[in-house]
């Protein structure tokens, strides 16, 4: 623990005024048991309150003869000692002075803390801020990236159209028969139900020949629904069909969604 931050936190003097929590009280008072250092600054501040007051606060005094006559020679019987006449207003304002006072240090110190908080909340957004420029620098280097493979001149880009099963439903194949990458835009299929998968076919027509290249796992998560597959085959075509959790050993032609040939 650092004591002095501890201490220059403002808290001890909130906890003299009394207007801390028990709870806080308590914890002062646990730590000031533990380190002198603590229970130091907490009687310096008490000592320097009562000071405070008292200094600003008249004191009455009697007033007397006798003394002066003794240092100068002169006898002096029946002289009576004067009182000086008090003013209680003097006395109380000195009080309320030493109140306002101890408040504006009461004041002081909680807002001392209080800027300390929003020094560290500002702290806290600054790295989060940090965070998400990064991020976007990420995904514009993502974007960009996936760009120039769209762009590319030996990329062949295959429409998927809607089938029975879902008439609305689109996607569009980019692929790449050099490099054998296989870029899937599922932007116009529906999400998926519960515990489904949309599966990715490469076709030959003739005889009919299907070759799973893949499942468009965690559809919901990918916001673009782009989806990168490996295509080794010749294809002729491209079909994706809705298969149970994990894919199937060859399509289920009821719930095919697109279809497309190259």
Same mark, same amino acid.
């Given at each position: 623990?650092?004591?002095?931050?501890?201490?220059?936190?403002?808290?001890?003097?909130?906890?003299?005024? /009394?207007?801390?929590?028990?709870?806080?009280?308590?914890?002062?008072?646990?730590?000031?048991?533990?380190?002198?250092? &603590?229970? =130091?600054?907490?009687?310096?501040?008490?000592?320097? #309150?009562?000071?405070?007051?008292?200094?600003?606060?008249?004191?009455?005094?009697?007033?007397?003869?006798?003394?002066? /006559?003794?240092?100068? /020679?002169?006898?002096?019987?029946?002289? $009576?000692?004067?009182?000086?006449? $008090?003013?209680?207003?003097?006395?109380?304002?000195?009080?309320?002075?030493?109140?306002?006072?101890?408040?504006?240090?009461?004041?002081? =110190?909680?807002?001392?803390?209080?800027?300390?908080?929003?020094?560290?909340?500002?702290?806290?957004?600054?790295?989060?801020?940090?965070?998400?420029?990064?991020?976007?620098?990420?995904?514009?280097?993502?974007?960009?990236?996936?760009?120039?493979?769209?762009?590319?001149?030996?990329?062949?880009?295959?429409?998927?159209?809607?089938?029975?099963? =879902?008439?609305?439903? #689109?996607?569009?194949?980019?692929?790449? $028969?050099?490099?054998?990458?296989?870029?899937?835009?599922?932007?116009?299929?529906?999400?998926?139900?519960?515990?489904?998968?949309?599966?990715?076919?490469?076709?030959? *027509?003739?005889?009919?020949?299907?070759?799973?290249?893949?499942? *468009?796992?965690?559809?919901?998560?990918?916001?673009?629904?782009?989806?990168?597959?490996?295509?080794?085959?010749?294809?002729?075509?491209?079909? &994706?069909?809705?298969?149970?959790?994990?894919?199937?050993?060859?399509?289920?032609?009821?719930?095919?969604?697109?279809?497309?040939?190259?």
């Amino acid at each position: 623990m650092d004591v002095q931050a501890y201490i220059d936190s403002g808290i001890l003097e909130l906890f003299v005024a /009394g207007v801390l929590s028990e709870a806080e009280s308590r914890e002062v008072q646990r730590l000031a048991a533990k380190h002198p250092e &603590i229970q =130091a600054e907490i009687q310096a501040i008490e000592n320097a #309150y009562v000071a405070l007051g008292e200094s600003m606060a008249p004191k009455g005094s009697a007033l007397a003869f006798g003394p002066v /006559g003794k240092e100068i /020679g002169v006898e002096t019987p029946g002289v $009576r000692t004067l009182q000086a006449s $008090r003013k209680p207003w003097i006395t109380w304002a000195g009080w309320a002075a030493a109140l306002l006072l101890g408040a504006g240090l009461i004041w002081m =110190a909680s807002e001392r803390q209080r800027l300390r908080e929003d020094v560290q909340v500002l702290q806290l957004d600054n790295q989060l801020l940090e965070e998400q420029v990064e991020a976007a620098r990420e995904a514009l280097a993502g974007t960009d990236s996936l760009m120039r493979e769209l762009r590319a001149r030996d990329i062949s880009v295959v429409p998927l159209q809607g089938q029975q099963a =879902a008439p609305e439903a #689109y996607a569009r194949v980019y692929w790449n $028969r050099e490099s054998g990458q296989l870029l899937i835009d599922a932007l116009g299929l529906p999400e998926p139900p519960p515990g489904m998968v949309y599966q990715v076919w490469s076709l030959k *027509l003739d005889p009919l020949t299907p070759t799973s290249l893949g499942l *468009l796992e965690d559809f919901s998560a990918e916001e673009n629904r782009i989806f990168a597959l490996n295509n080794p085959n010749e294809s002729e075509a491209f079909g &994706i069909t809705l298969e149970p959790a994990g894919g199937s050993e060859s399509p289920t032609l009821e719930q095919l969604y697109t279809l497309g040939a190259v």
